[in-house]
């Protein structure tokens, strides 16, 4: 007797080849996820090191402001992955979206001596801190 629940690795047999990436899983699988990095904060005393996990993304893709005591790490990623046959038809075509946003309350620092550099995947932030209170413009945090 034919089993009326498919085993997982049958589910998607019944697509066309086309519709499968070379791992054998579909397109209906949901392996692109965006979640919230992993941000690691240390005290230094005089300021705090932030080391936030960004794998995937690049500097242009990472924006990173402070505001009224909160600083705030945003990502936003677009991919697109096409391809075509000989005719120029779509044989598949995948479009993926993402982003994730952050916010940690730091209290008054010295927003205009906040530095950041973005290097393999790890957004490096410098917040100093500081005892003079200023004003609650959004104040951009310029990455490196």
């Given at each position: ?5 498919p085993?997982?690795?049958d589910?998607?047999?019944w697509l ?6 070379d ?5 209906f699988?949901?392996s ?11 005290d ?19 924006v ?8 705030t ?5 677009e991919?697109t992955?096409?391809e ?7 044989v598949?075509r ?12 730091v209290?008054?620092?010295?927003e205009q ?7 393999n995947?790890?957004l490096?932030?410098q ?9 609650s ?6 990455i490196?």
């Amino acid at each position: 007797m034919a089993n009326l629940f498919p085993r997982r690795n049958d589910m998607f047999d019944w697509l066309p080849s086309f519709l499968k990436n070379d791992q054998g899983t579909s397109l209906f699988d949901t392996s692109f996820r965006f979640e919230t990095p992993k941000v690691d904060v240390k005290d230094k005393r005089d300021y705090y090191e932030m080391v936030a996990e960004a794998p995937g993304f690049s500097k242009d893709d990472i924006v990173v402001e402070y505001k009224d005591g909160y600083l705030t790490i945003q990502g936003k990623k677009e991919d697109t992955v096409e391809e075509k046959d000989e005719q120029d038809h779509y044989v598949r075509r995948e479009r993926s979206y993402g982003s994730f946003q952050c916010s940690f309350y730091v209290g008054d620092v010295d927003e205009q001596k906040i530095t950041g550099q973005f290097d393999n995947g790890l957004l490096t932030l410098q917040v100093p801190k500081s005892d003079d209170a200023h004003d609650s413009s959004t104040y951009k945090i310029e990455i490196k």
